[in-house]
């Protein structure tokens, strides 16, 4: 008898795969499917950095797990330049090959165990959770640290902007989450995918000096070029912070040969030292979220939060999956609220990743 251990069975139900049938209603409608369930970039990538893969694509050795020495220096610029980010040195931040890849082992390839608890937002990123499984820790779910009461976590996950909610997180919450956390031993990891697309608020890292004086002791900031930089495809994510936590993560890195390929490697530098198209590609999503938001408002739908990311957190004060199920007669395809936890029973997250052809039509087929 196999004593294998399933891993997939400690994981929940890949929450996609349960859309298939209104996915079919959706796509049948007349004028075609308006898909603004996954986040997914659909612009082009900009010519820099596709002239930047070009120039590196003769790369027949293995790339440095750590990145090259101008890539490492292009985040810490852009860290400053684009978020107000101080005291970041080369060994402050590493490559990695998307930032869901870091978020899913990163309690792993911080040793955490079944003695250990993982923090993550009581409406969240998937992934979050997925990560605690993979490593066999207990995981909480908690918006309010003393929801916790006297349990003293290893690792706290937050994230803003949010996914699924927009929320942004104000500079004295996220100081008391640094503090709290000192007080308990206890790492941060900020998820800042989408820290550079605010509109109603302005978000700020847990790197910056107003949120941590400028002391980045048991702090990570996950960051990632997906969003801003349309480069899902090219799995273009790193992670800035500690420096001791740095080297335990390359180190770790380095013998599972977690490296990210070379010619990446150049064209995150190239979409790192380029602000305009970043620039372009945030004007992009504003004038989509300036079309679709007050369409689903007037539908009647409320829109909670979303003042910064790229969805609508919305809700018609019914069970989600009635609402995808409208959307889908319509032909337009949302994500489930309860995706990301049981608090989103009620709302369904809409996402401004369409061309502005589908964007506009979904607009008008809720009209």
Known sequence: MSRRRSVSASLPVFPWDTLAEVTATARAHPDGLVDLSVGTPVDPVAPVIQEALAAAASAPGYPTTVGTPALREAMVAALHRRYGITGLGDAAVLPAVGTKELIAWLPTLLGLGAEDLVVIPELAYPTYDVGARLAGTQVSAADSLTQLGPQRPALVFINSPSNPTGKVLGVD????????????????????????????????????????????????A?????????????????????????????????????????????????????????????????????????????????????????????TRGEPCRDTVAWLAERGILAAPGEFYGPRGAQHVRIALTATDERVAAAAARLA
């Open 222 to 314: 996950i960051h990632s070029l997906s969003k801003t930089s349309s480069l899902a495809g090219y799995r273009a994510g790193f992670v800035a912070g500690e420096v001791e936590l740095i080297a335990e993560l390359l180190a770790v890195r380095k013998h599972a040969g977690m490296m990210m390929p070379g010619p990446i490697q150049a064209a995150m530098v190239a979409a790192l030292n380029d602000d305009a198209h970043e620039v372009a590609q945030r004007e992009t999503y504003a004038r989509r979220r300036e079309v679709l938001l007050p369409a689903v408002r007037a539908a009647g739908f409320t829109v909670e939060h979303s003042e910064a990311g790229l969805y609508l957190w919305a």
């Open 173 to 220: 919450h996220l100081r008391k989450v640094v503090t709290w956390a000192r007080e308990r031993g206890a790492i941060v990891a900020s998820d800042e995918c989408y820290l550079g697309l605010g509109w109603d608020a302005a978000p700020v890292s847990v790197l910056h000096p107003d949120v941590c004086d400028g002391d980045h002791t048991g702090l990570l």
